[in-house]
């Protein structure tokens, strides 16, 4: 099993619905959770960072976490083609190492 | 203010060769990582510093690769030598205290290519 899994999709979503972005991890003691952004040829960039159980909106964007399940997702609202990219999901595996350990990521297409 | 700067943003080279990454943190930032990105593996931590100093570098794939951070401002990738398989793209980045919960900002990355 790999320690942070995601669908590769790529997943296709109508302009104006909901995206929902899904990621698990192995590791029960992990306590920090990251979506990243990634548009074709750019580098990574960070969105949406999660420590507790429950939801975190920020604008468009909700991340959604459930240490008990090991499951942890984004939900992009009233998606735009900008939206369009890869979606990565980082995890600390470890509580107090700096290390983060990558999703493969999920390739997210918003379809005018 | 400046992101992480990395050079070069392209190189391509002959299996065998050296090859030599280089990275500028953003300053103040004191802890530096290098990533590796493929399509088959996704991004892969390879190596990280804090306060210059190598903290955690279980993901260097072997002794063909090597990283040092002689000062805060600046850390080296290097790959001797360098095969086919070692093509990728490499990504620096930097995060302010070390901490777990902290942002790591990535560099625009150097697309490697080893013919």
């Known amino acids: 099993q790999k320690e942070v899994e995601q669908n590769s999709g790529p997943l296709s979503v109508p302009e104006g619905a909901i995206a929902s972005l899904n990621c698990t991890y192995s590791?029960?003691?992990?306590?920090?959770f990251f979506w990243y952004r990634q548009y074709s040829g750019k580098s990574p960039e960070l969105i949406m960072s999660?420590?507790?159980?429950g939801d975190k909106e920020d604008g468009r964007f909700t991340a959604q976490l459930n240490k008990a399940s090991q499951y942890v997702s984004l939900l992009i609202r009233d998606s735009q083609p900008s939206d369009s990219a890869t979606y990565l999901c980082?995890?600390?595996?470890?509580?107090?190492?700096?290390?983060?350990?990558f999703g493969t990521g999920t390739r997210l297409t918003i379809i005018p | 203010d400046a992101g992480v700067i990395q050079s070069p943003r392209h190189e391509v080279t002959e299996m065998g060769q050296e090859v030599t990454l280089r990275c500028k943190p953003i300053?103040?930032?004191?802890?530096l990582f290098w990533y590796r990105q493929t399509m088959m593996r996704g991004l892969e931590l390879l190596i990280y510093?804090?306060?210059?100093?190598?903290?955690?570098d279980s993901g260097m794939p072997e002794d063909r690769f090597s990283a040092k951070m002689p000062n805060a401002s600046f850390s080296t990738l290097k790959i001797q030598p360098s095969e086919p398989r070692d093509s990728a793209v490499y990504f620096c980045?930097?995060?302010?205290?070390?901490?777990?919960?902290?942002?790591?900002?990535f560099g625009p990355g150097t697309r490697l290519t080893v013919l």
């Open positions: 980045a930097s995060s302010l205290n070390g901490g777990a919960v902290d942002t790591q900002y």
């Open positions: 300053s103040g930032h004191n802890s």
């Open positions: 590791d029960r003691g992990s306590q920090s």
């Open positions: 510093f804090n306060n210059n100093v190598p903290i955690d």
């Open positions: 999660i420590y507790s159980n």
């Open positions: 980082a995890v600390n595996l470890n509580f107090g190492n700096e290390k983060l350990t």
